[in-house]
C-alpha cells in the first residue's frame, strides 16, 4: 500500500510541474519574456519539489521564518547600510515592475533595467506559480480551484490580447482533468485497476476534448445584454478596454473610449473617464480624425460604400485646389490602451509611418494588422485656408457628393425648415454653414446626462426640437443632417479632440473623455473644411475673415523624424532611466555620521540652486513667445482662483467658468478668457499687449485679493 500511495505521489508531482510550466509560458508570453522551455521546466520541477517538501512540515517554514526575523534585525541594527541597500534594491525592482506591467511604451533607458531584472522576474514569476499550483493541488486538495486558478490566469490574458493564452488555456484544462481523474481515483483506494490504464483513458478523453474546443469557431459574436454590459463596465471601468470591450460591435475598427459607440444606436446618457489612452508628441492641438461616415438612417451613422485602397508608399496626395498654399507638419502618436486598428490623422495625412489601408474618398486609415501596439509618426497637411478664402468659394454638389447629402425619407419637415430660417439672409455657402454651427453652438446646451431618445422618434428632431440638451454626436450629427437638407455636402466624422497646450513640453496626454465627434464639409477649392458644433470647444474659424488655420511653405515633406520613443521590444535604449533610478537609491542610503548628513544637505541646496537658476532661465526663455506667456499666466490665474474656492471643473467649459468667476466679482475676466479661447481654440497670437494685460490682471486682481467678497 506504500508503494502504491508513492506511485501516486510521483504522479502528483508530475501533474504540479506541468500545470506550472504551461501556466509559466503563457503568463511569459504576455510579458514578452523569451524564456527557454528548458529553464521552466527545471525550475518548475525544483520549486514544486522543494515547496511540497516544505508545505508538509510546517516546522520548517516557522524555523526559516524565525531565521529570516532574526537576520534582519541583526542587519538593522548592526549594518543599517546594508539593509538600506537591500530596501532601495527591492523599491527600485517593484518600480520597474510597476512600469513594465503598466506601459505600452518604454522611458528612455528601460531595456538596461529590464535586461538586469529579467533573470530575477522569471525565477521569481515561476516561483509564485509553483508555490499556488502546489498549495492548491498538493496541500489544500482541491482540483477544482487548481483548475479555476489557471483559467481565470489564462481568460484574463486572453482578454488583454493575449492570443496563445487560448492555447494553453486549453492544455491547462485538459492536464487539470487528468489531474482529477488520477485523484479520484486514488480515493476509490482499490489498488486493483491499473494506474497506467486510468492514464490512457483519461488523456485520450482529454485530447478529444481538447480537439474539439480548439476546433470549434471563435469568430462568432458574443452575446450582448446591454443593460448588463452598461452596470459591468460601471462597475469595472478598466475591462472596457478589453477584448470585446466597448466598441462599434461586429468591426474590427473598434477603439475604446467612453462614448458606447459613435455610429451606431445614437442618444442616451454617457460618462466620461480620465484613462490615458494614447500619447501624441506634437507642436499643436488638432483633432484626431479616426472614422468617417456618410449615412445616416435609423438613428444610426453607417458608410454606404467604402473603397479599400493599399496605401502607396504611405504618401497622399492633397485633397485640396493647387492654388492652396500649405506646410507640412508632424505628430508622433504612442498607444497606450487603444484596441484599435485604426491609425489617427489629422486632416488631411499626408504620410504615416504605418502599413495600410484606406478609404480612397474620406482617407480614413487602419493598419494591416488587428492592433497597433507600436508608436507612429504621421505627417499632414495645414493648407493656409481663411475665413475669407471660404467666403469666396463654394461648396460642391457633383455626382461623387450624392452620399453626402443623404438623409432619410421620413426626417421630419421642420428640420429642413429650421435650417432654412437659420439660413434665409446668408449668401454664401460658408456663411450658412457658420450659421448653423453657431446656431448649435448659442442655442444648445451641453450635457452628458441625456435621455434616449424616445421610440419612434428621429434622433436629431428629438434633440433640435424637445430635449435641446445633449453631447457631441448631438450637435455634430444635427449639423451635419441640416447641411445636406440645404443642398451642402457635410460628413459625420469621429475621433479625438486633443487638449490646450501643456505649458511646457510638446507631448498631450489623450485621455477617454477627449473622445469626439465633429463635421466636415466640402468646397471647390479647399476640399474637406472641419467645423465645430459642439458648444464646449471653440469654432474652428473665428468670425472674422482672414483667420489662418495654416501657414504657407513649400509642398516638400519634412524629414526630421525628430525623438521617437521606443516600445518595449527595442533594445536601443540609453541609460537615462538607469542613472535616474540609482539616483534615487543613492540619496536613499543611511548616512553613518553627522558630517555625511551636513555633505547631503549642501550638495542637495546646491542642487536645488543650480535646478532652480535653469528653470528661471528656461521661464525666461519660454516666457519670450507670447503664446506661451499667456498660457502660462492664465494657468497661474486658475490655480490661484482655485484656492480661492474658485477651482475649474473638468467638465466646465472656459465660458461657464468665466461666468462663474465674475459673479464672484473678478470684472474683466471675460477678456482673459476671450483671448485664451482665440488662442487655444482659434490658433490667434496673443499681442503683447494681450501678455502685459493678462500679466497686470494677475497681479492686479488675484495676487492683492486676500478672500473673496
Not at 429650421?418 to 446668408?426: C, G, V
Request: glycine share 4%.
Amino acid at each position: 500500500m506504500k508503494i502504491y500511495a508513492k506511485k501516486f505521489n510521483i504522479f502528483e508531482y508530475i501533474i504540479n510541474v506541468i500545470l506550472s510550466v504551461i501556466l509559466s509560458l503563457s503568463i511569459f508570453v504576455g510579458l514578452n519574456f523569451n524564456v527557454s522551455i528548458f529553464d521552466i521546466i527545471f525550475l518548475s520541477s525544483v520549486f514544486v519539489v522543494l515547496l511540497t517538501f516544505l508545505f508538509k512540515r510546517p516546522q520548517l517554514i516557522i524555523a526559516f521564518l524565525s531565521l529570516f526575523i532574526l537576520v534582519d534585525l541583526y542587519y538593522f541594527y548592526m549594518k543599517k547600510d546594508v539593509l538600506t541597500k537591500v530596501v532601495v534594491d527591492i523599491d527600485r525592482y517593484i518600480n520597474w515592475l510597476y512600469i513594465y506591467m503598466g506601459e505600452t511604451n518604454w522611458p528612455d533607458g528601460f531595456s538596461q533595467l529590464t535586461s538586469r531584472y529579467f533573470l530575477t522576474t522569471a525565477i521569481l514569476g515561476i516561483f509564485v506559480v509553483a508555490l499556488i499550483i502546489t498549495f492548491l493541488n498538493s496541500i489544500l486538495k482541491s482540483y477544482f480551484l487548481t483548475m479555476l486558478f489557471g483559467v481565470l490566469v489564462c481568460v484574463f490574458q486572453w482578454y488583454n490580447y493575449v492570443d496563445k493564452a487560448y492555447i494553453y488555456l486549453i492544455f491547462y484544462v485538459a492536464v487539470s482533468f487528468i489531474n482529477m481523474s488520477i485523484n479520484y481515483y486514488q480515493k476509490a483506494g482499490n489498488g486493483k485497476a491499473s494506474i497506467v490504464s486510468l492514464l490512457i483513458i483519461s488523456m485520450v478523453f482529454s485530447s478529444i476534448s481538447t480537439a474539439i474546443a480548439y476546433a470549434l469557431p471563435k469568430s462568432f459574436q458574443p452575446v450582448v445584454w446591454k443593460s448588463m454590459n452598461d452596470k459591468f463596465y460601471a462597475t469595472f471601468p478598466f475591462t472596457k478596454t478589453w477584448r470585446n470591450g466597448v466598441g462599434n460591435e461586429g468591426t474590427t475598427t473598434t477603439f475604446s473610449t467612453d462614448f458606447s459607440s459613435f455610429s451606431q444606436d445614437l442618444g442616451g446618457p454617457n460618462s466620461v473617464s480620465d484613462q490615458i489612452v494614447m500619447r501624441v508628441k506634437a507642436d499643436e492641438s488638432t483633432y484626431l480624425r479616426g472614422e468617417v461616415f456618410d449615412t445616416y438612417e435609423n438613428n444610426r451613422w453607417t458608410n454606404s460604400e467604402i473603397q479599400h485602397n493599399f496605401g502607396n508608399d504611405n504618401y497622399f496626395p492633397p485633397a485640396f485646389s493647387k492654388g492652396i498654399k500649405y506646410t507640412i507638419k508632424k505628430l508622433e502618436i504612442y498607444p497606450v490602451a487603444m484596441n484599435t486598428n485604426i491609425i489617427f490623422s489629422p486632416w488631411q495625412p499626408y504620410h504615416v509611418s504605418i502599413n495600410n489601408i484606406y478609404d480612397k474618398s474620406s482617407l480614413t486609415l487602419i493598419s494591416m494588422g488587428r492592433r497597433i501596439k507600436n508608436p507612429y509618426v504621421v505627417e499632414y497637411y495645414k493648407p493656409d485656408i481663411s475665413a475669407k478664402d471660404l467666403e469666396n468659394d463654394k461648396a460642391v454638389t457633383s455626382d461623387d457628393m450624392k452620399r453626402y447629402l443623404q438623409y432619410p425619407d421620413n426626417l421630419p419637415e421642420r428640420v429642413k425648415e429650421l435650417a432654412l430660417s437659420i439660413t434665409k439672409d446668408k449668401k454664401t455657402d460658408y456663411d450658412k454653414v457658420k450659421a448653423i454651427e453657431q446656431y448649435l453652438r448659442n442655442t444648445y446646451k451641453y450635457n452628458l446626462d441625456v435621455p434616449e431618445t424616445p421610440h419612434g422618434r428621429d434622433f436629431v428632431d428629438y434633440f433640435l426640437f424637445d430635449l435641446k440638451q445633449g453631447y457631441c454626436t448631438y450637435f455634430a450629427t444635427s449639423m451635419v443632417i441640416m447641411l445636406r437638407t440645404i443642398g451642402i455636402p457635410a460628413r459625420y466624422v469621429v475621433g479625438f479632440k486633443m487638449p490646450p497646450p501643456p505649458i511646457f513640453g510638446d507631448n498631450y496626454d489623450i485621455e477617454a473623455s477627449y473622445a469626439h465627434a465633429w463635421v466636415e464639409v466640402h468646397f471647390q477649392n479647399s476640399g474637406w473644411v472641419t467645423f465645430e458644433p459642439t458648444a464646449i470647444y471653440s469654432e474652428t474659424f473665428s468670425q472674422a475673415a482672414g483667420a489662418n488655420i495654416g501657414t504657407p511653405s513649400s509642398t516638400q515633406p519634412n524629414t526630421n523624424t525628430g525623438n521617437v520613443a521606443i516600445p518595449k521590444t527595442s533594445v536601443n535604449q540609453n541609460k537615462t532611466q538607469s542613472n535616474i533610478v540609482k539616483n534615487q537609491a543613492e540619496n536613499n542610503t543611511i548616512p553613518r555620521r553627522n558630517m555625511y548628513a551636513t555633505i547631503v544637505v549642501l550638495i542637495a541646496i546646491l542642487i536645488l540652486a543650480i535646478v532652480a537658476a535653469i528653470k528661471y532661465v528656461l521661464l525666461r526663455k519660454y516666457l519670450g513667445s507670447n503664446k506661451n506667456a499667456y498660457v502660462y499666466y492664465y494657468n497661474k490665474i486658475l490655480k490661484r482662483l482655485g484656492k480661492r474656492g474658485l477651482r475649474k471643473d473638468d467638465s466646465e467649459t472656459t465660458l461657464e467658468y468665466q461666468e462663474r468667476v465674475m459673479n464672484a466679482g473678478f470684472k474683466d475676466f471675460d477678456r482673459v478668457t476671450k483671448v485664451y479661447n482665440d488662442l487655444v481654440y482659434g490658433n490667434l497670437e496673443p499681442s503683447k499687449d494681450d501678455v502685459a494685460y493678462i500679466k497686470e490682471y494677475l497681479k492686479r486682481n488675484i495676487r492683492n485679493r486676500k478672500s473673496l467678497a
